[in-house]
């Protein structure tokens, strides 16, 4: 009689981290994006999460590359500069039993593709969005992008007149349920979210601050590395605990937590820092960004969720079998659908 066992360093499903990794980082030595594509791995390997069941997307930039660089197992999708909303809501139709994880940038989202940003969030689609934001188009050279401070001077571009756009504070107003901020510095809080944000039945998003060491790496600039780390701000401490797992709380004083359960029975824990935080409450939610922005503040960690929120799957009568997988009597219209539809067009 033969008896399995489970292979050292491999999760409940018998895969290796290595299995969730993808193709060998082409962007430049020390980028945020790469530490940001290194906690996905680690996050759905840590979830026990089969890579086929992720479905990943892109649009254009150094950010959308960087879906290359993990779970090269997993289906993907590179869309047009801005357009990566649209593609994957079509696909996450067509297919609501995979995972979505879209990555876009700050040009990508906040620049071309903020409308389909702001109405791919008021959809409540379920997925992950991390935007990887850095200030600059790396891509192309350093040109400014929305998310810019003002008077920000870069070498070839002189000095940025605009004021920017907060993504967190436009997530929120278009009404996505679940909005984050992270610093890539900071990989374990990053791993924390992207954790609760695959758990979320809803639109995530994390706004994960991602140092350009090529173009936008002055010390005083607040999409660099020093001034993150200078000036980072947790909400909180947080943790998240998987569904079916015993919680402990030993490393939390008592009444100084809150517990946020999630549809599928995970928990997120918060440990109060030096201030009293609900994420669930929108109005403060958008208080506290508006008093970061005044402050320079880099204010980190689930600024909004809301695990209650209806999202688009609830909105329309879609079976759970993939569309691809019916049957043609099953897509088409009988010939008494069709007669009625003429005879109300007529």
């Not at 007149?161 to 278009?174: F, G, M, T, W």
């Amino acid at each position: 009689m033969v008896t399995l066992t489970r292979k050292e360093n491999t999760n409940t499903i018998g895969l290796t981290r290595n299995e969730y990794t993808g193709r060998p980082t082409t962007l430049c030595k020390g980028c945020g994006h790469t530490s940001i594509a290194n906690m996905i791995v680690s996050a759905c390997y840590e979830m026990n999460i089969p890579p086929e069941k992720i479905v990943k997307f892109s649009g254009i930039g150094c950010s959308s590359k960087s879906a290359a660089y993990f779970l090269e197992r997993s289906f993907g999708f590179n869309g047009l500069h801005g357009r990566m909303p649209s593609i994957a809501e079509g696909a996450l139709f067509a297919d609501k039993s995979l995972i979505g994880i879209g990555v876009s940038g700050d040009g990508d989202t906040a620049n071309i593709g903020l409308s389909q940003f702001k109405h791919f969030a008021r959809r409540n689609v379920p997925m992950v969005y991390i935007v990887e934001n850095n200030g600059v188009y790396g891509l192309t050279k350093g040109q400014f992008s929305a998310t810019a401070e003002k008077g920000l001077t870069l070498k070839r571009q002189g000095e940025n007149p605009y004021l920017p756009v907060d993504i967190a504070l436009e997530a929120i107003a278009a009404n996505a349920s679940f909005v984050a901020r992270s610093f890539a510095g900071d990989p374990k809080q990053v791993k924390e979210l992207i954790k609760a944000a695959i758990s979320h039945r809803g639109a995530s998003i994390l706004d994960i601050i991602s140092p350009c060491v090529t173009f936008n790496n002055q010390d005083y600039s607040l999409h660099s590395y020093s001034w993150g780390k200078g000036h980072e701000a947790p909400l909180h401490e947080l943790e998240f605990v998987p569904p079916r797992d015993e919680i402990t709380l030993d490393d939390f004083e008592r009444g100084s937590i809150k517990e946020v359960t999630m549809h599928d029975g995970s928990v997120i824990v918060f440990k109060k820092l030096a201030r009293e935080y609900d994420p669930t409450n929108r109005t403060d939610a958008i208080k506290m960004l508006e008093e970061a922005i005044r402050k320079n503040w880099l204010i980190t960690g689930l600024i909004y969720v809301d695990p209650d929120s209806p999202n688009i799957y609830d909105m329309y009568p879609i079976g759970d079998k993939p569309l691809n997988r019916l049957s043609s009597e099953k897509i088409r219209p009988d010939k008494k659908s069709l007669e009625r539809l003429n005879q109300s067009l007529k």
